[in-house]
C-alpha cells in the first residue's frame, strides 16, 4: 500500500501562486508515476500534471507554462508549482501514484482561486 498525503491548498487571489506538496510513504518503491489531478465544481475529475520516475513531465494544455510538477526522491514527495493562477483552475486537487497495476489517491487538498 502506498499513502499519499497533499498539503499547501488554500485561498488565494487570481496572478497569485501556490505550492503543493504531496508525500508518498508505505510501499513506495516502483512507483512509476505520480500526477496532480484535479475536480472542479460540478466537473468530473481532469489530469493536471504527470511525472515519470525518469523526470519526463507531461501537463494538460489549461496548465502548461503556469504550472510545474516535481519530484524530491529523497523526500518522496511531489510538487505542483502553480503560478498565474485563474479563477477557473478552483478545484479539489489529487495527487496520485501508480505503482505496477495499482493507482493510490490522497485526499485531496482546496484550491480557491479569487478574482
Not at 501562486?17 to 475529475?45: E, F, H, T, V
Not at 494538460?60 to 526522491?73: E, K, L, Y
Not at 486537487?93 to 505496477?100: D, I, K, L, P, S
Request: hydrophobic share 35%; net charge positive.
Amino acid at each position: 500500500q502506498v499513502q499519499l498525503v497533499e498539503s499547501g491548498g488554500g485561498l488565494v487571489q487570481a496572478g497569485g501562486s501556490l505550492r503543493l506538496s504531496c508525500a508518498a510513504s508505505g510501499s513506495i518503491l516502483n512507483i512509476y508515476i505520480m500526477g496532480w489531478y484535479r475536480r472542479a465544481p460540478g466537473k468530473q475529475r481532469e489530469p493536471v500534471a504527470t511525472i515519470i520516475s525518469d523526470g519526463n513531465t507531461n501537463y494538460a494544455d489549461s496548465v502548461r507554462g503556469r504550472f510545474t510538477i516535481s519530484r524530491d526522491n529523497a523526500k518522496n514527495t511531489v510538487y505542483l508549482q502553480m503560478n498565474s493562477l485563474k479563477p477557473e483552475d478552483t478545484a479539489v486537487y489529487y495527487c496520485n501514484a501508480a505503482r505496477f497495476s495499482d493507482y493510490y489517491w490522497g485526499q485531496g487538498t482546496q484550491v480557491t482561486v479569487s478574482s
